[in-house]
């Protein structure tokens, strides 16, 4: 079990009111300003950092103008949202707007100058990325940090269109950008590890929550979706049940289970016999091809590794309090519960 390294579980999250993490002194550019380009924007500026947001495409004045206008207002849009929602008032909404700075193409060489990290958000074609790579190269300072937010390129691939790979990764985020904490950081092997460290304390600063990844198609998230996805498609197909009631099992199951533990958690918490055995069964009953045991699995099978109640599994629990750890899992369900409107009193007699 050597090539899958083991730590033992940390799932608390920070505590609130916690001071955030000392922010590098980086000038950040979001170039590319289409619908991530500006959610990135909103994310810098909530957090009270001071944003470009660098229309990287040629066009003549009236469309600069048009892209610029049209870009303010789903800012503002996006402003508004979060004031509905309870988490702006209305008097925000000017001053953290009034940290994104519009730049046009023909403005950037001043857009980039002190740069100190860019993320690039153009189109996912290849020759839009090499443009976009040639120009930010060309006018970014040779410290700037360069990250791609390519939901479907690889690391290597895009590194060989820089002529400075070593400050280049991808920084995948999840939209909305501006309120989903995840952002999922895969560098490539010549990636320097200063580019990625700074990379990692800034997002930090402004509240996200990196994760690592390898190189590989669909990341984390898109990766797991995309299955979870398509077996809920398969499931309206074959009359299992309505869209309507598969969403809801999503909802207030499924959803709600996983956001209280992770999925790698969850099979150490259960027992990872269950899922051998079950996978079996699914195997067997539904499709060998999608439901086939990972090695990994039948190896901590095969080694008595189960999870929490044998001491390891795909986490170390060895140093758990297993009663504490049970405790703070119902009371994150409960809060989820509670949030839905879904946690009822005990019956009286």
Not at 100 to 114: K, N, P, S, T, Y
Not at 133 to 143: R, T, V
Not at 280 to 294: F, G, I, L, N, W
Request: proline share 6%; glycine share 8%; with cysteine.
């Amino acid at each position: 079990m050597n090539a899958h390294p083991r730590t033992a579980p940390q799932f608390e999250a920070a505590t609130a009111g916690e001071s955030p993490p000392e922010r590098p002194d980086l000038a950040v550019v979001a170039a590319g300003s289409g619908r991530m380009g500006r959610s990135m924007a909103v994310a810098f500026a909530y957090a009270g950092v001071k944003v470009t947001l660098l229309d990287l495409k040629a066009r003549n004045e009236q469309g600069a103008h048009a892209q610029r206008e049209q870009a303010l207002a789903e800012i503002d849009d996006h402003l508004g949202s979060l004031n509905r929602a309870g988490l702006i008032g209305a008097s925000d909404i000017d001053r953290i707007a009034g940290r994104i700075r519009f730049c046009a193409r023909d403005e950037a060489a001043q857009a980039l100058a002190g740069a100190g990290l860019v993320f690039e958000a153009v189109p996912e074609r290849i020759a839009d990325k090499r443009a976009a790579f040639e120009l930010i190269e060309s006018l970014c300072p040779p410290a700037c940090i360069i990250a791609s937010t390519t939901s479907s390129m690889l690391a290597p691939e895009l590194a060989t269109l820089l002529a400075g790979p070593a400050r280049f990764l991808n920084a995948h985020w999840l939209n909305p950008a501006y309120l989903v904490p995840i952002v999922e950081l895969s560098p490539h092997p010549g990636t320097a590890a200063s580019a990625l460290e700074s990379t990692r304390r800034m997002l930090e600063s402004i509240g996200k929550v990196p994760v690592d990844c390898a190189p590989s198609p669909g990341y984390i998230v898109p990766r797991l979706q995309a299955l979870v996805m398509n077996e809920a498609a398969r499931m309206v197909e074959e009359g299992v049940a309505s869209a309507a009631d598969i969403d809801r099992a999503v909802k207030l199951g499924f959803g709600m289970r996983y956001a209280s533990m992770g999925l790698l958690e969850f099979i150490d918490y259960g027992g990872l016999d269950i899922l051998y055995y079950a996978g079996r069964y699914m195997a067997d009953k539904v499709s060998d091809q999608r439901y086939a045991t990972p090695a990994i699995v039948e190896q901590l099978m095969a080694g008595g590794e189960l999870g929490l109640r044998s001491g390891q599994g795909f986490y170390d629990w060895r140093a758990i309090d297993a009663s504490a750890y049970r405790d703070r899992l119902l009371g994150r369900f409960a809060a989820q519960l509670r949030s839905e409107g879904l946690l009822r009193p005990p019956a009286g007699d």
